[in-house]
């Protein structure tokens, strides 16, 4: 049974960081193209960041700068490194994995950017 296990969301304020962690369970990340979605009330989900299995990564061009994707592969986690963040970055967080044709997702997380 593959599980995909998101932590680390919560308030914060403009300008904070958070860093969050997909545990994986099932599957082994290092040879998944894994990614980090998102969605906000009202809006279509939409890719964020992703680490291929042979390590490239790509960023959405509103976070690029700010956010980095980074997976562990001795402790099969994948993370993302948000800093500076704005209001607009507030949405519930999905880890995804692929590997054709498997493709899984977590339960979300919610990350809020609020003064």
């Known amino acids: 049974q593959v599980q995909l296990v998101e932590s680390g969301g919560g308030l914060v304020q403009p300008g904070g960081s958070l860093r969050l962690s997909c545990g994986a369970s099932g599957i082994i990340v290092s040879i998944y193209h894994m990614g980090w979605y998102r969605q906000a009330p009202g809006k279509q989900r939409e890719l964020v960041a992703r680490i291929t299995s042979g390590g490239t990564t790509t960023y959405a061009d509103s976070v690029k700068g700010r956010y980095t994707i980074s997976r562990d592969n001795a402790k099969n986690t994948v993370y993302l490194q948000m800093n500076g963040l704005k209001p607009g970055d507030t949405a519930v967080y999905y880890c995804?994995?692929?590997?054709?044709?498997?493709?899984?997702w977590g339960q979300g997380t919610q990350v809020t950017v609020s003064s």
């Open positions: 995804n994995a692929i590997r054709s044709p498997t493709e899984y």
